[in-house]
């Protein structure tokens, strides 16, 4: 991060006045402010070196919380870049150097303030820009990384379910309507051929009905024959006279006086 003019200037002017065992502390903390994702300055003032240490136990292996002294850590912040230190660097200093999530550690710190009263948090500083005591008491209110990727997981979770019960959903009716379809053709085969069987019955039987109707011409036949019976009648009425006339057959079988004349000239 770019450092002002003025501030640099002031830098190097605390740097040139540092004795050269007090510079390798300088650089220390100045390392310490450019490799930190966040850092939480407080006033630790009333700690016991047993309670500084549960402190630490507490922020995690991610946070380094280091006491300081502050005409060092003010060189050490113009040094790093970092602004609005140097109104905070009052009274017994302790930084909380963050590096890993820094609403974790601003939990622990909020947390161990609970019990401890006598930690006073002062400030802070991330990503280049300082942080109040109310922002960093935001930031301890915040739900952590962890549990807003859970969070996340959880809700794209239960959008990949809805999706596969929507994508599912016309599956099943399918399967469901091939169910009632099956179970309907059991009952009734014909359901299969769309009805065809029952209504196809009247339309093959009938050419069948209609046939007396082409086989009507035979039986009106006779007429078409009728002239060669009436010749034949008429043969029957003309030889029929010489059948049915007793006078014409009687004098043969019926005369005596012919009989006799036979009889006489025997």
Excluded: C, W
């Amino acid at each position: 991060m770019a450092v002002d003019t003025a501030d640099s200037g002031t830098a190097q002017h605390a740097r040139s006045t540092v004795r050269p065992d007090k510079a390798a502390a300088v650089a220390q903390i100045a390392d310490a402010f450019r490799r930190s994702a966040a850092s939480v300055l407080t006033e630790y003032r009333g700690l016991s070196v047993a309670e500084i240490s549960e402190l630490r136990v507490a922020l995690g292996a991610d946070t380094t919380y280091t006491v300081v002294k502050n005409t060092l850590t003010k060189i050490a912040a113009a040094d790093a870049g970092v602004p609005g230190v140097d109104k905070l660097l009052q009274g017994p200093t302790a930084v909380a150097f963050i590096s890993g999530e820094p609403v974790v550690a601003a939990k622990a710190l909020r947390d161990f303030a609970k019990a401890h009263p006598v930690l006073v948090v002062k400030g802070g500083v991330m990503d280049g820009k300082a942080l109040t005591v109310e922002e960093i008491r935001q930031l301890a209110d915040l739900e952590s990384r962890e549990v807003l990727l859970a969070k996340m997981a959880g809700a794209l979770l239960a959008s990949l379910s809805n999706a596969v019960y929507l994508f599912n959903a016309p599956l099943a009716q399918v399967a469901r309507l091939a169910g009632a379809l099956q179970a309907k053709a059991e009952a009734d085969p014909s359901v299969l051929s769309g009805g065809a069987s029952t209504s196809a019955a009247p339309e093959a039987a009938a050419p069948e009905a209609a046939a007396p109707e082409a086989a009507a011409p035979e039986v009106g036949a006779p007429q078409a024959v009728a002239p060669e019976a009436a010749a034949a009648a008429a043969e029957v009425e003309a030889a029929a006279p010489d059948a049915a006339d007793p006078d014409a057959a009687a004098p043969d079988a019926a005369d005596p006086d012919v009989e006799s004349a036979d009889t006489n000239t025997d």
